[in-house]
């Protein structure tokens, strides 16, 4: 066996290969792929992701409701 300053050559290749392939696995696992879809700002100020559902007219009643409570009100 070939000796590199009192460590074996060959001791010094499986190091690096382990190296080199903890730092791929690394790289692999952090490139996800949902992370693709998250919407980002390409305009200052101006959201691009998707617009938001109408509520419906009970939802919308049972959140002034709610506010009433929350003012202090009665229903």
């Known amino acids: ?3 590199l ?3 074996t050559l ?3 290749i499986r190091t690096v290969r382990f190296l080199v ?3 791929l ?3 692999l696992a952090g490139c996800q792929e949902h ?3 998250n919407p980002f700002l390409k305009e200052k ?3 691009s992701g998707k617009a938001d559902e109408p509520l419906s007219d009970e939802t919308n009643q049972q959140l002034r409701q709610r506010m ?3 003012r202090g009100g009665s229903i």
């Open 25 to 27: 696995l690394g790289l």
């Open 35 to 37: 992370e693709n879809e």
């Open 1 to 3: 066996m070939l000796r």
């Open 21 to 23: 392939l903890a730092m």
């Open 5 to 7: 300053k009192g460590v």
């Open 68 to 70: 009433k409570i929350q």
């Open 10 to 12: 060959l001791m010094t």
């Open 45 to 47: 100020g101006v959201y």
